[in-house]
């Protein structure tokens, strides 16, 4: 929440941040779009269904799912954990390229250093394939309008540290819509 506020904030825009357990989240009026990026994967395979149908009560007609999430190859590990050692390595990974910005004023850099601290600690993550992704929006009434698997071999990737770091990254890119 941080970071989207962040961010919106240099685009010139205002958005409103909402802390609450999703499956207890109810707003005042549905959404036309939401996005998420590596949510699914914070979930364990057997809730995913029920987010994904909350996702779809929370949409309008026709309201659309723009959903970016790590996808792994059959047979990695599905629950996924910073070691020790990863976690300080990610930390300090973070520490380097917030000096690395000059421009990020003292206060934002603090607290973007104490969230890494936290996420490091707090992080339990799913594998998830694109197939199963498509599936469970297909399974919840949904059309899917794109899915594209997007591979990323930024060389910032090398120096990152967490569980199952590879030298690249694979992201599905899924866009559903919900049926009338």
Request: aromatic letters at 8%; glycine letters at 4%; hydrophobic letters at 40%.
């Amino acid at each position: 929440l941080f970071l989207n506020n962040w961010y919106a904030q240099r685009a010139g825009q205002t958005i409103r941040s909402v802390r609450e357990d999703i499956f207890e989240y109810r707003p005042e009026a549905p959404f036309d779009v939401i996005c998420s990026h590596s949510f699914l994967g914070q979930f364990p395979p057997q809730r995913r269904t029920t987010l994904v149908e909350k996702w779809s009560q929370l949409l309008a007609p026709m309201g659309s799912v723009l959903a970016v999430n790590r996808v792994r190859p059959d047979g990695t590990p599905r629950n996924h954990r910073f070691s020790p050692d990863q976690a300080r390595s990610f930390c300090a990974t973070v520490e380097r390229r917030i000096r690395e910005s000059p421009s990020l004023p003292e206060s934002e850099a603090s607290e973007i250093f104490n969230r890494a601290r936290i996420y490091v600690q707090r992080l339990h993550g799913y594998a998830i394939s694109a197939a199963e992704l498509a599936a469970l929006f297909q399974q919840a009434g949904f059309r899917i309008d794109d899915l594209v698997s997007v591979v990323s071999s930024d060389s910032r990737i090398s120096d990152a540290s967490g569980p199952a770091v590879p030298a690249c990254a694979e992201h599905a890119c899924l866009l559903a819509t919900k049926s009338p």
